[in-house]
């Protein structure tokens, strides 16, 4: 391996207000014509993601797998995968990045693992060999049914029968997901040795898939119900009835907190290193991100579904979902997204035209909070419509019509709509090509300059322009169904954000102060005599004179 690890002089807090860009790999970009995109693939975009503006990629899991859940079944930690690539590929990749000024984050998955890995392979043999206890292995009751009502977020029971060991285990997504003992230390040493392997490799950080699942209740209580008025369908789709529990005990644990300082210990060793945490919790998702997040010796910042949900964000959602956050971890720091690889892309789920789609993204981009980007949400892709008989997800599967599953926000990136298959491979796509999407490729829309990917370059380099847009305070002045108005203040530096949410204009009184309209918002408000002028679906932003 080349002497490629970052121990740069970088800005410790480099990821505070940072523009992170994910990548589903098998949807990027195809390098050598299997319908599978690859990391040479990603190699070859870096110019498109350097012109985007991106502080950071996050690359989706790309280890060796048997890809019953497309990577996130891993059957070897410190591999790439075949399909993927070589370590050789993931070098280059970190220097061709870093040499960009594009830093490079990874998913690790370490709440579970694939039943095809050698550790649970060892494990499952018997019941007294060294790795025995590396995994949730439970007896069943006296009637052979499992030990407890816990329930997996694919479908069923979250335990399986093994004649094996003659021992139901746990899984809390498919049945050949099964879920590391992390009440066993040598399962712990172990996964912070995964960790190291891949900070030695170069990465500047890790996005930590299913954070909040890490650790089960020991004595394996049951979950209680839910009052039917408490359910909600935040992170799992509501014909699942994985939502009428309450998960008191099969994840959150707070044993997890130690796990997590841990960790941290092990990053603090490598400069500019962060961690994202994927906080998947229904009921007081606020609360564990905070939890992950405070006193500086855990997670660096997490995320939940509170913006990933069917509800649309307006003004009274935004304030509440920010608000909730600083209330809960004032030292403790968010990440934000509106689309990723397992929700229904938000210009669907909220069924945005182009223009709420310009101004819901500025609006992230004023947040306090860290930003995740999800590829092609810059071209404003749509969810796609994907046939049963070409549908790969084994969770749209299960749940088939009602959930058709995660395939319609992982169709290939639209490179070129003049090329085979929209430029993302010259051979068949794993899944196939959205017809809709063709007009909304990056070639086309790099050329049109009101396109919603000039747009997002555009409110990029706003946001990186204004230090208080990226780490200054969130100070709310208005807040109504259809009109959120707040300022964000760093030191003596405070940018005033409005923005109109209705179908008509609206005018407003600015704070007392000497307020200057930021020119290079996209925009078409105005400023004039202390007031702002905001057309329909329209943002102005304005810092002070003397600031």
């Known amino acids: 391996m080349t002497d ?4 740069s002089s970088t800005d410790p807090d480099w990821w505070k207000g940072a523009v992170i860009y994910q990548i589903y790999p098998r949807s990027y970009q195809d390098s050598n014509g299997d319908g599978i995109g690859d990391i040479p693939g990603i190699i070859d975009r870096l110019p498109y993601i350097e012109k985007l503006g991106i502080d950071c990629i996050w690359i989706s899991p790309f280890f060796t797998s048997p890809m019953l859940d497309f990577g996130y079944d891993v059957s070897d930690y410190r591999d790439i995968d075949p399909m993927f690539g070589t370590l050789g590929d993931f070098d280059r990749l970190i220097a061709e990045a870093h040499g960009r000024g594009i830093k490079v984050m990874i998913d690790l998955v370490l709440s579970h693992t694939s039943t095809e890995h050698p550790w649970f392979e060892e494990s499952r043999a018997s019941r007294s060999n060294p790795k025995a206890n590396w995994y949730v292995w439970a007896d069943p009751k006296l009637d052979g049914t499992p030990p407890n009502n816990w329930l997996s977020i694919f479908g069923g029971s979250a335990w399986e029968w093994d004649g094996e060991r003659m021992q139901y285990y746990m899984h809390n997504f498919l049945i050949e997901q099964a879920d590391l003992n992390f009440h066993e230390p040598e399962v712990q040493e172990a996964l912070i040795d995964v960790a190291r392997f891949w900070l030695e490799r170069g990465v500047d950080g890790f996005r930590l898939d299913t954070v909040n699942f890490y650790v089960h209740d020991k004595y394996l209580r049951d979950n209680p119900p839910l009052a039917p008025e408490e359910i909600n369908d935040k992170t799992a789709p509501a ?55 405070s006193g500086g010796d855990k997670l660096h910042m997490c995320y939940d579904f509170a913006l990933l949900s069917n509800e649309l964000p307006t003004g009274p959602h935004i304030a509440d979902v920010v608000q909730t956050f600083d209330a809960l971890a004032s030292d403790g720091w968010a990440c934000w997204a509106y689309s990723n690889h397992d929700v229904v892309r938000h210009t669907s789920r909220w069924d945005l035209s182009q223009t709420k789609q310009r101004l819901y993204a500025a609006l992230l981009m004023a947040l306090k909070g860290t930003v995740c980007l999800y590829q092609g949400e810059e071209l404003g892709l749509t969810e796609a419509d994907i046939a049963f008989e070409d549908l790969q997800d084994p969770y749209g599967k299960r749940f088939w019509p009602k959930f058709k599953g995660r395939d319609g926000c992982r169709t290939p990136m639209v490179w070129d ?10 051979g068949k796509p794993w899944l196939p090509v959205s017809t809709g999407h063709r007009r909304m490729s990056a070639a086309a829309e790099d050329r049109d300059p009101n396109s919603v990917l000039n747009f997002y370059r555009k409110i990029i380099a706003l946001r990186k322009s204004l230090p208080a847009l990226q780490t200054g305070d969130f100070r709310p002045l208005v807040v109504e169904e259809d009109l959120l108005v707040f300022i964000r203040e760093h030191g003596n530096r405070s940018v005033y954000c409005a923005f109109n949410l209705a179908d008509a204009a609206c005018r407003l009184e600015l704070p007392a102060g000497n307020w200057a309209h930021v020119s290079d ?3 078409n408000s ?8 905001l057309p329909p679906y329209q943002a102005v932003f304005a810092t002070a004179r003397d600031a």
């Open 4 to 7: 490629i690890i970052n121990k």
């Open 239 to 293: 014909v699942n009835p994985y939502n009428f529990q309450n998960h008191l005990f099969d994840k959150s644990r707070p044993e997890n907190l130690d796990f997590l300082r841990k960790l941290r210990r092990l990053m603090n060793e490598y400069d500019a290193i962060t961690s994202v945490g994927e906080v998947g919790e229904s009921q007081r998702g606020a609360e564990v991100q905070a939890e992950y997040t």
């Open 521 to 523: 918002a996209p925009f």
């Open 417 to 426: 709509r003049e090329q085979k298959n929209s430029g993302f491979s010259t």
């Open 526 to 533: 105005t400023i004039a005599a202390g007031r702002a002028t």
